[in-house]
């Protein structure tokens, strides 16, 4: 088991993308391909994105998510399953705001258009090597 927490870690860690899953009005999954911009917490996971764009909607109405980091190198994957928090205060867009940022937000961090998701997960599932582990996040 150490072993398989060491390789969810890693995967995290060295992840420059993650797909994002939301839930639409109709109750149908969406999928979204976001930049990681941090990679401290297995159980809280931060992504910045538009407060006008579809996944904040979506999240504001049901905070119920995925995010799906993958190796397709070794063909590994481990999604985690938990909850969506879209924030607004000046503190948690600081945080995560990086150079180069205003080329998207040109208002800088209190752009009123500038949001962070905080995704906190509950489990994580693993795939690797023809296995298949399901974890409470706690247990990494």
Known sequence: ?????SEI???RKNAEVAYVGSVNEAGFPQIKCMLVPEHESMKIHYFSTNTSSKRAGQF???PKA????CD???FAGALF??????CTDHETKAM??????????PKGVDDEDYCVF???AETVNYYHDLSNVTLPIDQL
């Not at 995925?66 to 980091?69: A, D, G, H, L, R």
């Open 9 to 11: 870690i890693e995967l």
């Open 72 to 74: 397709e190198t070794n």
């Open 81 to 86: 399953t938990g909850t969506m928090e879209v």
């Open 60 to 62: 504001l109405k049901n």
């Open 1 to 5: 088991m150490k072993e398989i927490i």
């Open 96 to 105: 995560i705001w990086r150079d180069g940022d205003e080329m998207y937000y």
């Open 118 to 120: 905080k995704f906190t």
């Open 66 to 69: 995925c995010v799906y980091y």
